[in-house]
């Protein structure tokens, strides 16, 4: 639920201001009233398009702290999982910008695809939106049979389904025009905003914490960072289909490279973490989304401070948005691709 | 403007969620769901045995303005308001002048044409579009293509309150949305109902103990179906929006108990 008071000149913007806390729920403080564990539930409603990202935030910079090898097989479960969730994020995202611009199909399509993604991570953790799937030392529950024949299913068509987004918007004459040249995010804007994901890869910059900083079992996937030159919706929305695909190389080389093992370390019940500091990153479907965790050595966190990028990609839109028309302001908002549970936690 | 239009019911709130007892107009009343004048907490009839002090009390005193625009016909009536165009329903209108009937003039004539307009509504329920957080994905989820709810009558999400028959509040309710989401609600026409979709607006669920949270929209609003889970599978929201359907079947009549507070029957 986000406000946003338009300052117009006829049909122009002149300024724009968002209003933001329609959602703000106190997450980071309750984190700090429950243990490390209860924070991994309770940061999932973060970025609830895709909460296997916040909800590593605790997990991962718990292992930090510790100092705990996660077994392999973990890891690539979680590279698994992450990539399959981003590919349902950015399935969402193609359907929610043409819903934006008026097109009412893409998202029928989007949702097919999303929610097939969805009943196959529920198949894995038994949710189909706030999983819950991480723990501190690997993964709740090995890969089970149901899962991995929706998976089958789902590989042998994901790729198709792709190229019938393509088919279905990239030559759309209204949604070429109403997204090309609209909303154009310069590296200059991205770099005065901290813009992360793919809004800043679309200017050109080819950053990505997965290759910038390699975190779990990324440096032994192959796969590539794709980028734009020209910032505007329209690039955006390209490279969400390119992401898709790169998405859907990496789970194919993580189902093949898949080793054998346990999927936890051996941890302690009462999960007592090292005081310190840590901060971790991963690249979610919005950017880079990190988190800088104080422990005190209890089992409860001293302080979990979340950063997501959709906070940080929301401010472009004004600086973006002044010059252009009202109608272009859901149009370049839903290229941005904010999720409010993100940006008022 | 018209105070004595719902008599049934002992308290009003303020889209604030307070409850502020109703006036029996003996003193000046700015309007039913006027915000309260600003730099005060509550209202002043009900801060006078907490403020002490006769700045604090002028501070709060309501301004009227004095109505020179037009004249009503029949000022006690209506408290101020229009009176209605068509002069012959008005006389078809309840003795108390109230508005609880839920189809108005209507429900002087009880027929089985209520019955069919009843099944009408019942199967065109149209939701209004307005997701809080992420129990909307489930709900967009229930309205595309896999799990179709245009198949049970439930047909089209309008984006505007006055053409909508049910609110879904789908999410966690905040104290800052909750008076946008009660102002929504009250621009919606009667006969209108709401759904509770989700732990959050049942009764708190993983944010209870949030500082920023309202611990389930029944403390500020009526709620007819409460839909649990977090968030609920889209066949659940379905399910729910089904049992509303036999609810809207069934408790025709029953408007007037309709309340703040659980108000589900028994049964269902």
């Given at each position: 639920?986000?406000?946003?008071?338009?300052?117009?000149?006829?049909?122009?913007?002149?300024?724009?201001?968002?209003?933001?806390?329609?959602?703000?729920?106190?997450?980071?403080?309750?984190?700090?009233?429950?243990?490390?564990?209860?924070?991994?539930?309770?940061?999932?409603?973060?970025?609830?398009?895709?909460?296997?990202?916040?909800?590593?935030?605790?997990?991962?910079?718990a292992e930090k702290l510790l100092d705990l090898e996660v077994p392999r097989r973990a890891e690539y479960i979680r590279v698994l999982a992450w990539e399959l969730n981003r590919v349902a994020s950015h399935a969402l995202f193609i359907g929610w910008l043409a819903l934006d611009l008026g097109g009412l199909t893409p998202i029928l399509y989007g949702?097919?695809?999303?929610?097939?993604?969805?009943?196959?991570?529920?198949?894995?953790?038994?949710?189909?939106?706030?999983?819950?799937?991480?723990?501190?030392?690997?993964?709740?529950?090995?890969?089970?049979?149901?899962?991995?024949?929706?998976?089958?299913?789902?590989?042998?068509?994901?790729?198709?389904?792709?190229?019938?987004?393509?088919?279905?918007?990239?030559?759309?004459?209204?949604?070429?025009?109403?997204?090309?040249?609209?909303?154009?995010v310069d590296r200059d804007i991205a770099r005065r905003t901290c813009l992360s994901g793919p809004v800043l890869r679309a200017t050109g910059v080819p950053y990505d914490v997965r290759r910038a900083h390699p975190y779990s079992v990324y440096p032994e996937l192959d796969f590539e960072i794709p980028t734009r030159e020209e910032g505007?919706?329209?690039?955006?929305?390209?490279?969400?289909?390119?992401?898709?695909?790169?998405?859907?190389?990496?789970?194919?080389?993580?189902?093949?490279?898949?080793?054998?093992?346990?999927?936890?370390?051996?941890?302690?019940?009462?999960?007592?973490?090292?005081?310190?500091?840590?901060?971790?990153?991963?690249?979610?479907?919005?950017?880079?989304?990190?988190?800088?965790?104080?422990?005190?050595?209890?089992?409860?966190?001293?302080?979990?401070?979340?950063?997501?990028?959709?906070?940080?990609?929301?401010?472009?839109?004004?600086?973006?948005?002044?010059?252009?028309?009202?109608?272009?302001?859901?149009?370049?908002?839903?290229?941005?691709?904010?999720?409010?549970?993100?940006?008022?936690? | 403007?018209?105070?004595?239009?719902?008599?049934?019911?002992?308290?009003?709130?303020?889209?604030?969620?307070?409850?502020?007892?109703?006036?029996?107009?003996?003193?000046?009343?700015?309007?039913?769901?006027?915000?309260?004048?600003?730099?005060?907490?509550?209202?002043?009839?009900?801060?006078?045995?907490?403020?002490?002090?006769?700045?604090?009390?002028?501070?709060?005193?309501?301004?009227?303005?004095?109505?020179?625009?037009?004249?009503?016909?029949?000022?006690?009536?209506?408290?101020?308001?229009?009176?209605?165009?068509?002069?012959?329903?008005?006389?078809?209108?309840?003795?108390?002048?109230?508005?609880?009937?839920?189809?108005?003039?209507?429900?002087?004539?009880?027929?089985?044409?209520?019955?069919?307009?009843?099944?009408?509504?019942?199967?065109?329920?149209?939701?209004?579009?307005?997701?809080?957080?992420?129990?909307?994905?489930?709900?967009?989820?229930?309205?595309?293509?896999?799990?179709?709810?245009?198949?049970?009558?439930?047909?089209?999400?309008?984006?505007?309150?006055?053409?909508?028959?049910?609110?879904?509040?789908?999410?966690?309710?905040?104290?800052?949305?909750?008076?946008?989401?009660?102002?929504?609600?009250?621009?919606?026409?009667?006969?209108?109902?709401?759904?509770?979709?989700?732990?959050?607006?049942?009764?708190?669920?993983?944010?209870?103990?949030?500082?920023?949270?309202?611990?389930?929209?029944?403390?500020?609003?009526?709620?007819?179906?409460?839909?649990?889970?977090?968030?609920?599978?889209?066949?659940?929201?379905?399910?729910?929006?089904?049992?509303?359907?036999?609810?809207?079947?069934?408790?025709?009549?029953?408007?007037?108990?309709?309340?703040?507070?659980?108000?589900?029957?028994?049964?269902?």
């Open positions: 639920m986000l406000r946003i008071v338009l300052k117009i000149d006829g049909e122009r913007i002149v300024d724009l201001d968002p209003v933001l806390g329609y959602l703000h729920r106190g997450v980071e403080k309750i984190c700090e009233n429950g243990d490390w564990h209860h924070a991994i539930s309770n940061c999932d409603p973060l970025e609830y398009a895709a909460s296997m990202f916040s909800e590593a935030m605790p997990v991962l910079a949702f097919i695809e999303r929610d097939e993604i969805v009943e196959m991570l529920a198949a894995l953790t038994g949710q189909r939106v706030l999983f819950n799937y991480l723990r501190i030392g690997g993964v709740n529950g090995d890969l089970n049979h149901d899962f991995m024949s929706r998976l089958g299913d789902w590989m042998g068509h994901a790729l198709h389904r792709i190229e019938d987004q393509q088919r279905l918007l990239n030559a759309n004459e209204i949604f070429v025009r109403r997204t090309k040249g609209l909303g154009i505007d919706s329209y690039a955006r929305y390209l490279l969400h289909l390119d992401e898709i695909k790169q998405s859907i190389r990496i789970i194919d080389q993580v189902l093949h490279q898949m080793p054998d093992g346990p999927v936890m370390a051996k941890i302690p019940r009462l999960l007592r973490i090292p005081p310190g500091r840590a901060y971790i990153s991963v690249e979610s479907p919005r950017g880079q989304y990190s988190c800088y965790a104080m422990s005190d050595g209890s089992d409860q966190p001293f302080r979990l401070r979340i950063h997501d990028p959709s906070f940080f990609n929301l401010q472009a839109v004004g600086l973006v948005m002044p010059g252009n028309l009202i109608a272009d302001t859901m149009a370049v908002m839903a290229s941005l691709d904010p999720i409010m549970g993100g940006v008022d936690k | 403007m018209d105070e004595n239009r719902d008599p049934g019911r002992a308290t009003n709130l303020t889209p604030w969620g307070q409850q502020v007892s109703n006036t029996g107009g003996d003193e000046p009343v700015a309007g039913r769901g006027d915000p309260p004048a600003m730099g005060s907490d509550q209202p002043s009839h009900v801060s006078d045995g907490l403020v002490s002090g006769a700045r604090d009390r002028a501070v709060m005193e309501p301004i009227v303005v004095p109505n020179t625009a037009w004249v009503p016909a029949d000022p006690a009536a209506y408290g101020g308001g229009q009176p209605p165009h068509v002069a012959h329903l008005r006389e078809l209108e309840f003795a108390d002048k109230s508005d609880n009937g839920r189809w108005g003039a209507l429900d002087a004539i009880p027929t089985k044409a209520d019955y069919v307009l009843d099944l009408i509504r019942l199967n065109s329920l149209w939701p209004l579009l307005s997701g809080l957080a992420c129990c909307a994905l489930e709900m967009m989820s229930a309205a595309t293509s896999r799990n179709d709810m245009d198949r049970f009558g439930m047909f089209p999400f309008r984006a505007s309150p006055r053409q909508a028959d049910v609110l879904i509040v789908a999410g966690t309710l905040t104290t800052k949305m909750a008076g946008p989401l009660i102002r929504l609600w009250e621009q919606m026409p009667e006969p209108k109902w709401c759904v509770a979709m989700g732990d959050c607006t049942t009764s708190g669920g993983r944010y209870k103990r949030s500082y920023a949270t309202v611990e389930g929209i029944d403390r500020i609003m009526p709620v007819d179906v409460y839909v649990p889970g977090c968030p609920p599978r889209p066949e659940g929201l379905i399910y729910g929006m089904m049992k509303l359907q036999q609810l809207i079947k069934d408790r025709r009549g029953h408007w007037p108990e309709r309340a703040v507070g659980p108000t589900v029957p028994t049964g269902i």
